[in-house]
């Protein structure tokens, strides 16, 4: 299976780099994209925030899944903010890091904690896009809406979530 990341605006390169290393070993290939503008009509002014589901339409499926990489902060109507958005069963996923960054909360820079939590949301949101739906095990499939939530789950898929997943004839490497 092919998974694409896609920066979308300027995105750190060595996150990208290390987020397409683990990927590829997990789904067994995985390439970066071309950078991508970030649609500007994907912009709230009010919110000072770009709504989720309006920069995910405007991405290329042109890989088995295209997991786009933005560092803005991004909502979906009805919620303050998104770590990121899928389509379930889809082809398509976004993710920000923008509050997966320590700094956000006031906290000293943390490179290796940033890289696994950009991984847990990477894996989620491609969980979703590949029929995965939410999962209440210790699993990178948990909801989780805060950081606390997701430093807690791990960045793995749970025994039950990859049955599911071989059930429909995807086999991964983890
Ligand atoms: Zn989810
Ligand atoms: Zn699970």
Redesign the pocket.
Known sequence: MEICLLPIGSVDREILDFLRDRLKNVFGDCRILETKEIPFSAFNTARNQYNSTRILIEIEPVCDVVLGVTEVDIYADNLNFVFGEAEIDGRRALISLKRLRPEFYGLEPNYELLKIRTLKEAM?EIG?VLGLL?CRNKCVMR?SNSIVEVDYKDWKYCESCIQKLRKRGIILNI
């Open positions: 989620h979703h939410h909801f």
